[in-house]
């Protein structure tokens, strides 16, 4: 596994083997990378610790003692992404995904399954069948008809791994398996892109949700994207919820009241016309008029957005990681040290996260 750690590193830093044998001083030549990366050949401790340096990556990313590989990482929208961008990120996924593994192991937590609502994935005859599914797994998780406060925060309550990441501009997210050695089972991680917006980013996680409950063998790569997309609208604007709210046919909609609808139900303006015309409420004129009119740029730029563009990613952020790796520290399980390496973070700032700001002292006279 290091060297498939080693390629992947010098992929996402985008050197040759040539260019990685000049980086480190002619001290390794490509020859003798090509055959650490092929397994032919071990780098002893002194090139593992010049390749950490130059490839900027941990040593216990290169070491890899947990066995971890990403499996299934597909960006779906593959234009404009290169290889330098897919390994970038798997490479960041895998070091995120074992400091998560590591303080699970700590606080002897099971993070070998999460809770599916759906067992086996569902087979489907028809896009629009991904409604029924929305309504199961919202019964099924016990949800009622509400809008979902955090997608970030149900999703990591149900145990799915939720990672907020710069992705390539175009690429919304994706899904993949975390694969392990030993018995335990493959862990699904959902990757976001950090330079969303939020109503984007939680259309993103519900269609990647989609994504592990839908069996696709039924279906055509395209009606598969679509049915996550209308499962996505379906799971976050439940049709009695909307048609108690809006009413169950509408021939005109109003700016103000498509504003206030997409920030009861934390969606793109966008989204929520498609998921009217998908369910009746307005007919396909209705929708291309709103478009041209009331909605027009709303495609490309989103109205009113519920996160300012200086703060993405600031909003429903997943906080588990960081919250089991101050409990471990709270309870003495890991030491000051470790949660700043666990959590990336300088050991002040992770003293005051568990001691709290200092506070003045009185002045005593």
Known sequence: MIGTRIKLARKKAGLSLRDLSEALGGKVSAQAIGKYERGEMVPSSGVMLALCKTLNVSLSYLIDTQGIELTGVDFRTKANTTAKDRAQVETDVIEWIERYLQIERILELNSSEWESPVDPPRMLEAVEEAEALADDVRNKWNLGRDPIPSMTELLEEKGLKVLIEDLPKRVSGF??????????????????????????????????????????????????????????????????????????????????????????????????????ENIGIINKSALTYAFQSVARGWRTKEPMELENEGERGQREKPWRFERLCYRALAEGLISLTKAAELLRSPIDEVEEGLKGPEQPHADHC
């Open 175 to 276: 899904t993949c398996l975390v694969k392990r050695t030993g018995n335990d089972p493959p862990l699904p991680v959902v990757v976001v892109n950090r330079g969303g917006t939020l109503e984007r980013r939680r259309l993103t996680l519900a269609h990647e949700l989609a994504h592990r409950l839908i069996d696709p063998e039924h279906l055509t790569e395209r009606e598969a994207e679509k049915a996550a997309n209308y499962f996505a609208g379906s799971f976050l604007m439940p049709r009695d919820h909307l048609e108690q709210e809006i009413g169950r046919h509408r021939n005109h909609l109003g700016y103000k009241e498509l504003i206030d609808l997409k920030r009861l139900y934390r969606v793109s303006g966008a989204a929520l016309l498609v998921r009217l």
